[in-house]
């Protein structure tokens, strides 16, 4: 089974850039598209981007376009979520999901996505 663990969150100054990593072991992750993930204090949960298994295809909510872009490296099992002129209100703990799926098309944010990480605190603050 599927188990991804993201690392690479911390403490980041407003207009700063940060990666987070999501490193899977257990199969192999270029079946599986990628999804990110962020939950803020008091919120819902909500989709940030979402990557197709060969990482030609992805998804990006408005809040993250322009900003955030989702490059992966199947050959490490890992995918990344580079995130760019990061605001506070980008502070949440960020997850990602895998999808097994059989098109390259990146699936919805509401999909059943059956992997998820443990999350990785965001905090943008000066």
């Known amino acids: 089974q599927l188990q991804l663990v993201e690392s690479g969150g911390g403490l980041v100054q407003p207009g700063g850039p940060l990666r987070l990593s999501c490193a899977a072991s257990g199969d192999t992750l270029r079946h599986y598209a990628i999804s990110w993930f962020r939950q803020a204090p008091g919120k819902e949960r909500e989709g940030v981007s979402c990557?197709?298994?060969?990482?030609?295809?992805?998804v990006y909510a408005d809040s993250a376009k322009g900003r955030f872009t989702v490059p992966r490296d199947n050959a490490k099992n890992t995918a990344y979520l580079q995130m760019n002129s990061l605001k506070p209100e980008d502070t949440a703990i960020y997850y990602c999901a895998a999808l097994l799926v059989f098109n390259d098309y990146p699936p919805p944010f509401h999909d059943a996505f059956g992997s998820w990480g443990q999350g990785t605190q965001v905090t943008v603050s000066s």
């Open positions: 990557v197709s298994k060969s990482g030609d295809n992805t």
